[in-house]
């Protein structure tokens, strides 16, 4: 009931809206592609069964790409929670972009390199290192200049 007396009062909630430049476009064969025995990732034919719609690598580059919680259960694994700028090991270490995403902000979704977003342009920092690295970035990007 509570909700619906703030929704007579204010209106409806504000949506939380996902920032677009921070999540990747699938690629287009993921939703043109309908019919078992194709890969829905790369569009390949599958090999191992006609029923399947996934290979098993695409399946964990998908994951790696798509979920957060993958995505930084995989750096962990590599990196050991150690700073990849200091050497410190910090149990609330933080995952960075090495290129930052912001580079590929307004471009067209056939024109987005995936590549931001694998394991070859992440970091672990630790919460120091991050927040420097971080306003750095931002005064570069409020002068114009590129990295």
Not at 3 to 24: C, E, I
């Given at each position: 009931?509570?909700?619906?007396?703030?929704?007579?009062?204010?209106?409806?909630?504000?949506?939380?809206?996902?920032?677009?430049?921070?999540?990747?476009?699938?690629?287009?064969?993921?939703?043109?592609?309908?019919?078992?025995?194709?890969?829905?990732w790369?569009?390949?034919?599958?090999?191992?069964?006609?029923?399947k719609?996934?290979?098993?690598?695409c399946?964990?580059?998908?994951?790696?790409?798509y979920?957060?919680?993958?995505?930084?259960?995989?750096?962990?694994?590599?990196?050991?929670?150690h700073?990849?700028?200091?050497?410190?090991?910090?149990?609330?270490?933080?995952?960075?972009?090495?290129?930052?995403?912001?580079?590929?902000?307004?471009?067209?979704?056939?024109?987005?390199?995936?590549?931001?977003?694998?394991?070859g342009?992440?970091?672990?920092?630790?919460?120091?290192?991050?927040?420097?690295?971080?306003?750095?970035?931002?005064?570069?990007?409020?002068?114009?200049?590129?990295?």
């Amino acid at each position: 009931m509570a909700g619906h007396r703030y929704k007579r009062t204010h209106g409806k909630r504000a949506s939380r809206k996902k920032r677009p430049d921070r999540v990747p476009p699938k690629p287009l064969s993921y939703y043109r592609i309908k019919k078992p025995g194709r890969c829905r990732w790369c569009g390949d034919k599958i090999q191992e069964s006609q029923r399947k719609r996934w290979h098993a690598d695409c399946v964990r580059e998908y994951r790696l790409i798509y979920y957060p919680s993958e995505t930084r259960k995989q750096i962990w694994k590599r990196d050991r929670g150690h700073c990849a700028v200091c050497g410190k090991k910090d149990p609330s270490w933080e995952l960075d972009h090495i290129r930052p995403l912001y580079e590929q902000k307004g471009k067209k979704a056939s024109d987005v390199d995936l590549d931001y977003w694998k394991p070859g342009n992440l970091q672990t920092l630790c919460r120091f290192c991050h927040r420097d690295k971080s306003a750095q970035e931002a005064t570069i990007r409020s002068s114009g200049r590129k990295l």
